[in-house]
């Protein structure tokens, strides 16, 4: 009786899921650059050595705007806080022994669609920090500064939100009752 009793529960819950995923929101689309700083770092080349550089650079630079509440907060930190910037991305190519210097420019970039989440940026220009390395002939690495979108892996690739898996308790206890 009672494994009656929990296995209609779990098809009215399953049923409820369906419904409530089914009538979630469509997939935002921006309409507006404004309020938007990206991030795009141009490696020196595309060898090895100055892709993964590329990477550390990018994340030795990523911390220092956690503080950021808002578009106008990343700016001003930014336009403030540029030698510090600076220090760390050559601090990065210091530590691997790489001659080439960095150059900061805060402007307008162009970049292709992209998709955080449910959240999508469509293609056009964007106010963004570029960091180029060396001569930047690499190939490039972008996302969002602000809203803070720089989702990394641990292997420094952008994480898809669509393709993150939560366990839930709950589901898990009623795995265990059958």
Known sequence: ???????????VLLAVIGVVKSAAPAQAVLTSSEGVLRLHVIAASDSDE????????RDAILPLFSRAESYEDARAF?????????????????????????????GTETFPDRV??????????????????????GHNWWC????????VSDTGEPID??????????????????
């Open 1 to 11: 009786m009672l494994k009656r009793f929990l296995t209609g529960l779990f098809l």
């Open 161 to 178: 939100l669509d393709t993150v898996e939560t366990e839930s308790w709950f589901v898990n206890w009623l795995k265990s009752l059958f």
């Open 116 to 137: 955080y989440g449910d959240l999508a940026f469509p293609a056009g220009d964007y106010d963004a920090l570029c960091v180029r390395l060396g001569p930047a002939e």
């Open 50 to 57: 100055d892709q993964s550089a590329k990477l550390q650079v």
């Open 78 to 106: 930014l336009l403030s806080h540029g030698s510090e910037i600076q220090t760390a991305a050559e601090a990065v190519l210091r530590e691997r022994g790489l001659d080439y210097g960095v150059q900061l420019s805060l």
């Open 144 to 151: 969002v500064l602000f809203p803070p979108l720089c989702i």
